[in-house]
């Protein structure tokens, strides 16, 4: 059995599907619904293979695409195959081996089965997927009539041997560069699998994507570097891309085919899972405004939990309940081609093992970010702490000394309210702006111990943008120790790629789309313009940045305890009053 493969125990409920997309990203309950329902409801498949669907308790069709009467009878004008139990199609050993794997408590093949019709020993991968409603079967030829070539250009054990090597050269990498390791990857794929381009394409917190690394054949105007809205790539496609990990579309102008049921089937056919599935209109505009016929398509996933194992097998329901959190998709590399390209599954297989090895070297390359931060913000609070138990009288010490508050995490200025006094350093609002921001925080998040938020316009402060103009702060990030103690941290706007290099039209008023209703932007060409967003936001605070900061508000807690400091409730800090909404503080992290 190839590593990687695609058959699947998991029972693909709707439902489920949504309980975990809408915990998943930032949709609405109504985009996700209505996007997965298209998906269940679409009676589309593509044409290089052919799907049958089974009843779970008899294993006898109850629907098809129909090309399967041809492919899987080689009798086009055959009356149908509804009814016919699935096993009688194929000759032995295959048909037993199908058998038993139906006949099982879950659809989990230990093997890939491979089958031969009866009536023209035409040889098959079969992949099985478990529904809610029924058994799924994707029929794939070894050898597809449209794609010969393919097929035959790659034999079984060929593609595996050239990811090995490829990822023996990820695996030397000492550099600590994931950007290294990226070039490299799409580089590997690029000769892998012959397409004409292969893209890195890394998501934000935000959900937008900037590609970071490409490989492509001479000629081709390239992406590298490009920036793409969160709506490129719907909130469902990427929670299906956590379950599915390798879509392939071989030619996406090619005409799909149909469904075909005898109208008494009480539900809708459920294609989530199926690996044939054809492309949403919507996509299939996407391929031909950005001039590829064909795509292949894999997730990067990467383990939250870094004490899990990285790839072990978790019932879904639980993933649903208590460890959604745990995987994350990091990103997509796409393969794209000009012309029709079939992947075979031995090639998808060899592609998946090399990018999940890549998914495993990053995220071994964020955890070790993430532990020199964690060391050294040990070091800065041990130095801190010292700092408060000599000078305890004037917190003001913990600002202008070195290391100071903001040697803990990134930003571009810190201020102290403690009673009635600021001490404030770099870029910082006014004394009177601070007890303003104090007095907003202390109204949303009293019983908070640390928040942050990249954006205090999109946080509601009402004040948000006379700020952005005067002191050109956006970010902040805010440890409470108690009402009249309070330490903040401030971002300028996310100066990182202070000009965004975009993939088409997004903002711009003369930049706006020729289309029609909703679907992907018409050009894709590289359009250079001063992003409005990055004036409103800062960088995002990272989780272990926020783990610093509540560490800080327990030292100086402890600090309090230490010198008998009681923390009385006294008269607000200022008695003005702001107006305006009173929301939650994007990207909050509550200690």
Not at 30 to 44: F, N, P
């Amino acid at each position: 059995m190839y590593p990687g493969h695609h058959i699947t125990d998991r029972v693909i409920d709707l439902g489920l599907y949504l309980e975990m997309a809408l915990s998943y990203h930032s949709a609405t309950g109504e985009k996700v619904s209505d996007y997965l329902q298209e998906i269940q409801g679409g009676r589309l498949t593509q044409s290089y293979g052919c799907l049958l669907a089974l009843d779970e308790a008899t294993s006898k069709v109850i629907a098809y695409s129909s090309n399967a009467l041809e492919m899987l009878t080689s009798d086009a004008s055959h009356p149908g195959i509804t009814g016919t139990h699935v096993c009688s199609l194929f000759a032995e050993p295959g048909a037993s081996e199908l058998e038993k794997a139906l006949g099982a408590a879950k659809v989990s093949p230990l093997n890939l089965i491979m089958l031969q019709t009866k009536t023209s020993n035409k040889a098959f991968y079969a992949f099985l997927h478990s529904t809610t409603s029924c058994v799924l079967i994707d029929f794939e030829p070894v050898v597809p009539e449209e794609f010969p070539t393919m097929a035959s250009t790659y034999t079984d054990i060929q593609p595996f041997s050239l990811a090995l090597k490829a990822s023996s050269k990820l695996k030397s990498l000492h550099c600590g560069s994931i950007k290294e390791l990226c070039n490299i990857v799409a580089q590997q794929l690029l000769e892998l699998t012959g397409y004409d381009r292969v893209m890195v394409n890394k998501f934000h917190e935000d959900g937008r994507g900037d590609i970071i690394a490409e490989a492509t054949s001479p000629g081709l105007e390239p992406y590298l570097g490009m920036h793409y809205p969160a709506t490129d790539i719907p909130e469902a496609s990427r929670f299906l891309f956590v379950m599915n990990r390798v879509r392939m579309v071989c030619d996406s102008h090619a005409k799909f085919v149909q469904i075909v049921a005898d109208g008494k089937t009480p539900f809708e056919i459920n294609l989530c899972s199926s690996l044939l599935r054809a492309p949403h209109s919507c996509h299939l505009q996407y391929m031909k405004n950005m001039k590829t016929t064909a795509s292949l398509t894999m997730a990067v996933i990467i383990m939250d939990n870094t004490n899990d194992e990285a790839y072990s097998e978790v019932e879904l329901k639980e993933l649903t309940k208590k460890n959604q959190d745990n995987k994350k998709l990091w990103g997509l590399i796409i393969c794209h081609n000009e012309t029709p390209r079939y992947a075979p599954f031995s090639l998808r297989c060899a592609c998946e093992f090399l990018v999940q090895m890549f998914a495993v070297l990053v995220h071994k390359e964020l955890n070790s970010e993430k532990h020199r931060h964690e060391k050294r913000t040990l070091k800065v609070l041990s130095a801190l702490s010292g700092v408060l138990l000599r000078e305890a009288s004037s917190p003001g010490s913990i600002i202008n000394g070195n290391p100071n508050i903001m040697s803990l995490v990134k930003c571009d200025g810190a201020a102290i309210l403690h009673g009635d006094k600021v001490w404030r350093r770099h870029v910082a609002p006014t004394n009177v702006e601070i007890r303003m921001i104090v007095n907003w925080l202390l109204d949303i998040h009293r019983d908070s111990g640390v928040m942050s938020t990249d954006s205090l316009y999109d946080a509601g402060y009402p004040r948000a943008l006379v700020l952005d103009h005067h002191a050109v702060i956006c970010g902040l990030a805010a440890a409470i120790v108690n009402s009249n103690y309070i330490v903040l941290w401030f971002r300028s706007h996310n100066t990182a790629t202070p000009i965004a290099t975009w993939g088409g039209a997004k903002h711009g008023p003369s930049e706006e789309d020729k289309t029609n209703g909703m679907g992907p932007r018409s050009s894709f060409k590289p359009l250079l313009f001063i992003e409005v967003e990055k004036m409103t936001k800062s960088l995002l605070w990272k989780d272990y940045e926020m783990e610093g900061i509540q560490s800080l508000r327990l030292v100086l807690k402890e600090t309090q305890s230490i010198l008998g400091t009681k923390e009385e409730e006294k008269p607000r800090i200022s008695s003005f009053t702001l107006a305006g909404p009173e929301s939650s503080l994007s990207n909050n992290k509550l200690g």
